[in-house]
């Protein structure tokens, strides 16, 4: 059977619509320097605003992907993005903590509907090429997320917190696009339910004892790189701040450069994960940052620039391949196990930033990126994955 072509206009699309959704999640972590002033927080209280945005994002989206995967929803991203809209407005006109808790969690949930559906729409649209679809899709989040702290630092420190309303424009035209990314779903979802019922081939079924050691090693190396991420989301702000004296804005370009390393390696790790597997771009990317993130709390500004940004180059390398070596684990559960993974991403992710705020305001900022440079020697228990097949199914 000939294999389905590439479709690069709907993966851009994807990748494009990915870029705004993220880009107005990345504003939360971006404003924390403003929160902070303007309400009195406690590294405690970050934490909470970051775990209540990111478990609001996880807890829905494997409900979602399930749901799809009994009845695919070509356009529930549209309505994901209606709850970012509300959100984003909600948060620009907080005037207390518990509305800005009550906004960021809206926000979540507005990811938690977009992410399973537009992780099959890359997938069908992949024409087989999965890393790079996946690549493509994530190089617009990992971008977008850079790209908000930037924006921030340009608009909403020197503006304030109602300036965020600005950014409702972005929602209005992330909802257009997923809207024609949604009538291309439709047609993909009709044109494999054809070659399903021709007879092409199936997907190849795994032991579940097979699926469950390997989902267990897969989520706890989700979890320490999360936690190593979530470090500099949350705090790296805070780091330079208190360590070089940087001003909000110096700090905010600084992260910019952490996270826009990111969209590099989310692309790069997909695409080399096309060529030589996923399971050695998973070893790479997990246990290869450790000499970095070892020397990382004892360099001067210059050189903890340049770490962070190789740090986060590799670490980033390691979501698409993880995504893509359980969606081969499950090849029939799509929606599932995208939600899943994006879920754990937000999830475990606000779960390590209490835990860091904890740590941060007990021991010190330097103490806790001492103690979380140790973090990439998790990447060991990658010696438990089960090797796949990993040629595409479709």
């Known amino acids: 059977m000939i294999r389905p072509k590439t479709q690069f206009a709907v993966l851009i699309v994807l990748g494009m619509t990915h870029f705004l959704n993220d880009l107005m999640q990345s504003l939360i972590p971006a404003i924390y320097p403003i929160l902070r002033e303007s309400y009195g927080l406690d590294f405690v209280q970050i934490g909470i605003i970051t775990m209540t945005f990111q478990i609001a994002g996880a807890m829905l989206q494997p409900v979602v992907g399930y749901i799809t995967d009994r009845r695919p929803s070509p356009y529930s991203p549209v309505a994901g993005m209606m709850f970012t809209l509300s959100g984003l407005l909600c948060l620009s006109q907080a005037g207390n903590y518990a509305t800005i808790l009550i906004s960021v969690a809206l926000i979540g949930i507005g990811s938690s509907i977009f992410h399973p559906e537009a992780t099959r729409m890359a997938r069908y649209a992949s024409g087989g090429r999965q890393g790079l679809a996946q690549g493509i899709f994530q190089v617009g989040g990992q971008a977008g997320g850079a790209v908000g702290p930037l924006l921030a630092a340009l608009i909403i420190v020197p503006r304030g917190q109602g300036s965020l309303s600005w950014f409702a424009v972005i929602a209005l035209l992330a909802m257009a696009l997923l809207v024609?990314?949604?009538?291309?779903?439709?047609?993909?979802i009709k044109q494999m339910a054809a070659r399903k019922a021709a007879g092409g081939p199936s997907a190849p079924a795994h032991a579940p004892a097979t699926i469950a050691l390997a989902m267990f090693v897969l989520i706890f190396l989700m979890f320490t790189k999360n936690a190593y991420g979530e470090s500099f989301r949350s705090f790296y702000t805070f780091y330079l701040i208190e360590r070089f004296d940087l001003s909000i804005s110096s700090s905010q370009m600084?992260?910019?450069?952490?996270?826009?390393?990111?969209?590099?390696?989310a692309l790069?790790?997909?695409?080399?994960?096309?060529?030589?597997?996923?399971?050695?771009?998973?070893?790479i990317s997990i246990l290869g940052p450790l000499p970095l993130t070892l020397m990382l709390p004892y360099v001067d500004l210059f050189w903890t620039g340049v770490l962070t940004v190789f740090i986060n180059l590799i670490m980033a390398s390691a979501f698409a391949s993880i995504l893509i070596y359980a969606m081969d684990l499950m090849p029939n559960r799509i929606g599932l196990v995208g939600g899943l993974f994006y879920g754990l991403n937000f999830g475990l992710g606000g779960v390590a930033a209490a835990i860091l705020g904890v740590i941060a305001d007990s021991y010190g900022l330097d103490t806790m990126y001492r103690i979380c440079a140790l973090l990439p020697l998790a990447g060991l228990v990658a010696w438990f994955l089960p090797r796949l097949d990993t040629r595409p199914a479709d």
């Not at 600084?254 to 390696?265: E, H, K, N, Q, R």
């Not at 790069?268 to 070893?283: A, C, E, F, L, Q």
């Open 180 to 188: 024609w990314t949604g009538r291309a779903h439709h047609q993909n």
């Open 254 to 265: 600084m992260l910019f450069l952490f996270l826009i390393a990111s969209a590099a390696g």
């Open 268 to 283: 790069i790790g997909g695409i080399v994960g096309d060529k030589i597997g996923r399971y050695r771009v998973i070893w």
